[in-house]
């Protein structure tokens, strides 16, 4: 499988194949941990892959065979977030995390590895997640002076239950791949070898659906949980719908042609 470079950076790799971008945290000796300056290329990559016509899926992933991601690098954690290569701290991985939760397509966390803290909850908030056996997954905000109680948590919670998803934060345990799975986190186990094609299959799978039901279905199940931000993105998938309607063409038109709109004119479908 030849993946092609889409756009080069210094901390992630991005990639397309067949309709499939690829965001590979490239941080091996850290455990894909993740910078300030990460994250910042992983948003400006998930833009590129709202923009694209081309990118229908897009997949998530650590380099190497040990970690997803380590969560943030505590090697760069100062007082306020995590300092950038501009002395200012950050925590624009809650950035990513919305980009994620928002972009009108799927998003698979492809688990090779740890998924740990702030990588645990990159993949919480995917989509979908398929993982190999050997992954782990955790958290330990709590044992390192953090906590991500966003979609971190409620999401976590929506997907394990309340019970669990305490479990997780205040104990700070590991749990193996086939454990995850059986709460509710994973959707499939597969040997390491096997995690790229599988991963891929479900990719061209979900490609051989309407992208625009997967869109308004991703933005119900959004909207249920997530408020008025979840509301919002559903509701500016109707105006989209809308606007491509007579009917909404038909006020523009008689606005620019100086006359009353003649909406009377359009179905009413009861
Ligand atoms: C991930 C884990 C369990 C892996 O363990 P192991 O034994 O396979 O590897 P090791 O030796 O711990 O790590 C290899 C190298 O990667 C570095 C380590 O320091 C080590 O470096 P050297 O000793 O070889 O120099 N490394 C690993 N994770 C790192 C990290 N997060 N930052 C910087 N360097 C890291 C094990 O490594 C582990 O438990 N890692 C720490 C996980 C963690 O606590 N992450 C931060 C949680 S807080 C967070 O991410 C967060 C949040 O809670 C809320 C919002 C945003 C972020």
Redesign the pocket.
Not at 222 to 246: F, H, K, S, V, W
């Given at each position: 499988r030849e993946w092609k470079p889409i756009k080069e950076y210094k901390e992630i790799l991005f990639e397309l194949y067949n309709g499939i971008a690829k965001i590979t945290i490239n941080r091996e000796?850290?455990?894909n941990?993740f910078t300030p300056t990460t994250t910042t290329e992983m948003s400006d990559a998930l833009y590129i892959c709202r923009e694209r016509q081309d990118i229908n899926v897009v997949v998530l992933t650590g380099a190497g065979d040990?970690?997803f991601c380590?969560?943030?690098?505590?090697?760069v954690k100062g007082r306020g977030g995590y300092v950038g290569t501009d002395g200012v701290p950050r925590?624009n991985?809650l950035d990513v995390q919305k980009q994620i939760r928002s972009l009108p397509k799927p998003v698979i966390a492809m688990v090779n590895g740890?998924a740990?803290?702030?990588?645990h909850?990159l993949h919480v908030v995917c989509d979908l997640t398929i993982a190999s056996e050997n992954a782990?997954f955790g958290?330990?905000?709590p044992r390192?002076g953090?906590?991500?109680a966003g979609f971190?948590s409620s999401y976590l919670a929506r997907c394990v239950g309340q019970k669990r998803a305490r479990e997780i934060w205040f104990m700070c345990r590991q749990y193996t791949a086939q454990e995850a799975y059986e709460m509710g986190m994973v959707n499939k186990v597969v040997p390491l070898e096997r995690l790229e094609d599988e991963v891929v299959e479900w990719a061209e799978t979900m490609m051989q659906h309407s992208p625009l039901a997967l869109r308004m279905i991703k933005a119900g199940l959004n909207a249920e949980l997530d408020g008025q931000a979840g509301i919002q993105e559903l509701a500016g998938d109707a105006t989209m719908l809308y606007y491509l309607t007579d009917e909404a063409q038909e006020g523009g038109k008689a606005f620019l042609e100086k006359r009353r709109p003649r909406f009377e004119d359009y179905p009413k479908f009861p």
């Amino acid at each position: 499988r030849e993946w092609k470079p889409i756009k080069e950076y210094k901390e992630i790799l991005f990639e397309l194949y067949n309709g499939i971008a690829k965001i590979t945290i490239n941080r091996e000796r850290y455990r894909n941990a993740f910078t300030p300056t990460t994250t910042t290329e992983m948003s400006d990559a998930l833009y590129i892959c709202r923009e694209r016509q081309d990118i229908n899926v897009v997949v998530l992933t650590g380099a190497g065979d040990k970690a997803f991601c380590a969560g943030g690098d505590m090697n760069v954690k100062g007082r306020g977030g995590y300092v950038g290569t501009d002395g200012v701290p950050r925590l624009n991985v809650l950035d990513v995390q919305k980009q994620i939760r928002s972009l009108p397509k799927p998003v698979i966390a492809m688990v090779n590895g740890y998924a740990i803290g702030g990588g645990h909850v990159l993949h919480v908030v995917c989509d979908l997640t398929i993982a190999s056996e050997n992954a782990r997954f955790g958290q330990t905000g709590p044992r390192v002076g953090s906590f991500d109680a966003g979609f971190g948590s409620s999401y976590l919670a929506r997907c394990v239950g309340q019970k669990r998803a305490r479990e997780i934060w205040f104990m700070c345990r590991q749990y193996t791949a086939q454990e995850a799975y059986e709460m509710g986190m994973v959707n499939k186990v597969v040997p390491l070898e096997r995690l790229e094609d599988e991963v891929v299959e479900w990719a061209e799978t979900m490609m051989q659906h309407s992208p625009l039901a997967l869109r308004m279905i991703k933005a119900g199940l959004n909207a249920e949980l997530d408020g008025q931000a979840g509301i919002q993105e559903l509701a500016g998938d109707a105006t989209m719908l809308y606007y491509l309607t007579d009917e909404a063409q038909e006020g523009g038109k008689a606005f620019l042609e100086k006359r009353r709109p003649r909406f009377e004119d359009y179905p009413k479908f009861p």
